[in-house]
């Protein structure tokens, strides 16, 4: 095993990791060894091509697949030089006050990580998109939402150059999307941080990270890795691991930290999500311009958020319940459809939780809840309604019965959608907002760390992710993330 | 339905003319495939499960071989030669079961299947699907070419955006 020495080592590049890496550029640059090292590999713009099934697999644990044990929910995390802001669509906002007034941990205050969110809105060109780059999906969505009685909002989104291709979630081919592997992580390599791709953190104990580097796959996208493949011992005194929610959950679970923390890899939430589709009688143009321009906050209310969004073949195709003709007739009416996609604000539970399996793979437990289910219903119902506001002519709805809704139903979506429909297992339930595992809170017998990240009796360890999550964050996570991360960078900071 | 089964057809091979007919009630166009449409149908799957842990693998060719069972028994043959309204009736029902485990092997026999057709990278082009990576541009068009947005039914965004100095709320 190769032996490497540094002061700091950050697992993970992306929101947290990433942001973590620039802020110990005062490190580097006072002659201090910072490294991070990275899963996924090192991608160029040129390699984003939009083939949906290669790019999935390239960029997505189990190529998007990543399935919970209970074989009911696919989870979507990325690996890659920047983690998942190289997939995300760019949505930045701040955390809401009510949900960290909720999280109640001691001596993390609302105003502080909105004045840090603050420094990333600014560094990473967060804005609202002018009205000419709004395109008929987002359009719709809006008129919907007016005909049948919502607030739409228009999300600040961080992308440069946005040309509209649409293909965000597998990778902008346009370097528009300004992520952590956009702003933070150069910045950093700049300044002399090293970042090493392709490097898979194993274990982590006091005052080293084990380390394997993984070649090349033949033929596949991205650049070699910047070490010689093969197992690397990193020791450094500080280590910070922000491999998000199911990655650092994992990795501390596998370095034997579980038995000093109960908690730990316990309370995941994800933000359980179904993909809706409603036929127009015109082209709605969902396949081109940024995707996801506008949402509906139904969260403090009814514990939902329907955000605009745009799929591609496949993922449209299997989160379309039922098969066979009537299946068929919408995927045939690809460019017809207009798409929302609908969020669950799930609650912290025990049970939900990220394990290790035999072989040191993360495993995810996770079980639906009725009060769930039915935040889910009543996010199909309002979904059904802005559809037919927007005049869709057919609706297809997971838990309504029958699923596919026509206009003459727009009376009856109370009575068609119902908590009675959704069957786990048969309607396609996915997630991309993974938190929690590491939660932030007091002490070790209800928390893995406190408000700065760091480690319940582990001193030389921090946590600067998604995983610090107490509860979900009820809306998209990534600014959270930063701030989060910003505070731990200062509390390493000052540490050194 | 052409097309030979064997271990040189990856971990399908020896399910292979069951999972194919049962893709073709899942999405009835396949069976328009060309032998090239199949060989590319199929090297999807194959790729797809290759790259699935071991104990994943196995279940699926499990369940395939059991829903054939099920057929036999309910509809008194295999799927691959099943009369496709009851091939279609058949799989509805277990779609629905009442078994988790049953409702469960279903979705992820049909989500390859789907992935098998709407992978291909022909299919984008049957369904209209026309993303490009240069976007608004590909379809010769500008972003300001689109009309106005009316407006109606959006509220004042409750975001930070650049440049703004103000104070923050946030949508609680």
Not at chain 1, 25 to 54: C, H, M, S, T, W
Not at chain 1, 85 to 113: I, K, N
Not at chain 1, 445 to 468: F, Q
Request: contains cysteine.
């Amino acid at each position: 095993m190769h032996e490497v020495v540094a002061d700091v080592v950050v697992v993970g590049s992306g929101a947290g990791g990433g942001t973590v890496a620039q802020r110990l550029v005062p490190l580097a640059e006072r002659g201090r060894k910072v490294i991070v090292v990275e899963q996924g590999p090192r991608f160029r713009d040129r390699d984003f091509d939009g083939n949906e099934l290669r790019m999935a697999r390239a960029l997505y644990a189990d190529a998007g697949g990543f399935l919970n044990e209970e074989g009911t929910l696919t989870l979507a995390f990325a690996r890659a030089y920047g983690g998942s802001t190289v997939v995300y669509t760019g949505t930045s906002l701040p955390p809401p006050e009510r949900v960290v007034r909720q999280w109640a941990v001691p001596g993390l205050a609302h105003d502080d990580l909105v004045r840090r969110a603050r420094r990333y809105v600014g560094e990473n060109n967060v804005h609202l998109l002018p009205d000419e780059e709004i395109n008929e999906n987002n359009r719709l969505f809006v008129g919907g939402c007016g005909a049948a009685g919502y607030s739409a909002h228009q999300f600040p989104v961080n992308v440069k150059g946005c040309r509209g291709s649409s293909l965000c979630n597998l990778g902008c081919p346009n370097g528009a999307k300004q992520g952590t592997h956009k702003v933070q992580l150069p910045s950093a390599e700049a300044a002399g941080v090293e970042v090493v791709t392709r490097a898979e953190a194993i274990r982590v104990e006091p005052g080293a990270v084990v380390v394997r580097v993984h070649p090349s796959e033949v033929g596949g996208p991205g650049t070699p890795p910047e070490w010689e493949p093969g197992s690397y011992r990193i020791r450094a005194p500080k280590i910070v691991v922000a491999g998000g929610a199911i990655g650092s959950s994992a990795l501390l679970l596998r370095s034997g930290l579980g038995s000093g923390l109960p908690v730990l890899g316990r309370g995941l939430t994800v933000h359980p999500a179904l993909i809706l589709v409603g036929e127009h009688d015109h082209d709605v143009s969902n396949d081109v311009g940024h995707p996801k321009s506008f949402y509906v906050d139904r969260a403090a209310d009814e514990g939902f958020l329907l955000e605009t969004c745009t799929y591609f073949p496949f993922v449209t195709a299997k989160s379309l319940t039922g098969f066979g003709p009537a299946h068929e007739r919408f995927m045939r009416a690809f460019p017809r459809l207009q798409m929302i996609l609908v969020l669950a604000c799930d609650r912290a539970l025990h049970r939900n939780r990220v394990t290790v399996a035999r072989d040191g793979r993360p495993a995810v437990h996770y079980a639906f809840t009725p009060e769930l289910v039915r935040r889910l219903a009543a996010a199909n119902r309002a979904s059904a309604r802005i559809f037919f506001g927007a005049g869709a002519l057919r609706v297809h709805a997971p838990l309504a019965d029958p699923q596919v809704l026509d206009a003459k139903d727009a009376q009856r979506v109370d009575e068609l959608v119902a908590p009675s429909n959704f069957q786990p297992g048969r309607c396609s339930v996915s997630a991309a907002h993974l938190q929690g595992g590491c939660r932030m809170g007091l002490d070790a017998a209800e928390s893995v760390t406190d408000s700065w990240g760091r480690v319940h009796g582990h001193p030389w360890l921090r946590v600067a992710d998604a995983s610090l999550f107490p509860d979900a964050i009820q809306i998209n996570p990534y600014l959270t993330i930063m701030a989060l991360a910003d505070r731990v960078a200062e509390g390493v900071l000052a540490d050194m | 339905m052409a097309g030979s089964s064997g271990d040189t057809r990856g971990t399908l091979g020896p399910v292979w003319e069951t999972f194919r007919a049962i893709a073709c009630v899942v999405v009835p166009a396949s069976e328009e495939l060309d032998a090239d449409g199949w060989a590319g149908f199929e090297r999807i799957v194959q790729s797809a499960l290759a790259a699935r842990p071991e104990g994943i693998r196995r279940r699926i060719v499990l369940f395939v071989r059991a829903l054939d069972a099920m057929a036999r028994l309910r509809l008194g043959s295999g799927l691959a030669s099943a009369e496709p309204l009851a091939a279609r009736r058949f799989l509805e029902g277990i779609e629905r079961s009442r078994v988790s485990l049953v409702r469960r092997g279903f979705w992820g026999v049909r989500t390859l299947a789907l992935m098998g057709y709407y992978g291909r990278p022909e299919a984008a082009s049957e369904i209209g699907y026309a993303a490009h990576p240069d976007g608004w541009s590909a379809r010769g068009l500008s972003a300001g070419a689109w009309p106005t947005r009316s407006g109606q039914g959006t509220a004042e965004p409750n975001v930070m955006v650049a440049g703004d100095e103000g104070e923050t709320s946030t949508d609680a």
